[in-house]
């Protein structure tokens, strides 16, 4: 099995660098997401492991071969587009056994080959079909197949669901997670969808401008975002963030806004910070909305509440800034109109540095 290794990963188009020296190391049979904003460069780091972009300055190795100058068919790496790019005139199984055709695999085999991928996929009532007599998520499939059947080191994907409807989507993100698991192979995915992100990755690289923001699994970077992009990428509805000034109390420090406080966490960098311009970012789903008599309490001026069933969320005005809480409706929805304060464990609220957005970790627990 075959790991991918980007070292100092350059792109330039003319004068201008639009990938600036990418790290990335996948190892065999990993499950890799790249994700991030338009046009931070996603497409073209993957387009340069396939070999459809030239790659301006360092490597690019997979299976421990420099790949820089070998061609995209040498490359052994097999690539699903977000428009399935299949052949309108030639039928499901055709189209699936296009490329092994062009590599004049003996027709039995072919026909093996089509028939269990074919099964695989849930393809098999449709291989006579048409592309054009298929729906989008079949079609999807079809794309899929026709990477699987060449049985290549690496799969890329560039956004082979944005698309399908909602629905769909999500029942293909299922389909190619299984289907990872059973063909265990080396997967780069790329999508600006932070929930396909979520779901498929074992690690996900958060990109931005040209650059790796972080690199971790999925949980890690939900729970230990290293600055504010990234804390505010993952995440739905995303990390609300407040501007803040750190005062010392004699309970640990404490994050003044708009006439208001938030206790932190034990945080080794605000041990001396009095004054300190911070950022804190509080996750929606971990407000806790208070009875009038909560201690510490912060005050909030409710705007809207938005029903998703067995969950709400109350959008709010923090100072002069949106506020986004999550909270389980409980089947009465009449008892979320009236709050008007929300409180917060000290431990999960994230702090940043104002000025850079880097993030201030927590000290560890000493019992761990
Ligand atoms: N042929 C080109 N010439 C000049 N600039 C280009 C070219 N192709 C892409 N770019 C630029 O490179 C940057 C990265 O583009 P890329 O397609 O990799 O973004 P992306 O992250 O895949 O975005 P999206 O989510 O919109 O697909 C963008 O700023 C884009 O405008
Ligand atoms: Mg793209």
Redesign the pocket.
Known sequence: MSGVTLDRVV?E??N?Q??HGVDLHVAPQEFVV?V????????????MIAGL?EISGGTVTIDGRVVNRVAPKDRDVAMVFQNYALYPHLNVADNIAFGLRIRRTPKAQIASTVEEVAGILGLTDYLERRPADLSGGQRQRVAMGRAIVRNPKVFLF??PLSNLDAKLRTQMRAEIKRLHKRLGATSIY?T?DQVEAMTLADRIVV?SD?RIEQVGTPMDLFLNPANTFVAAFLGSPPMNMIDATVRGGDAGPVAEFHGQSIRLGNIPELAQADGRKITIGIRPEYVTLSEAEAQNPVDISLDLIETLGSEALLHATLGDKPFVMRAPTEGDIDRLNGVSKFHIDPSLVHVFDGETGRAMPAAQDAAA
């Open positions: 792109k188009y003319g201008l639009v990938v790249l991030g904003p338009s046009g931070c460069g996603k497409s073209t780091t993957l387009r972009e560039d956004e790329v600006h990109m040209g």
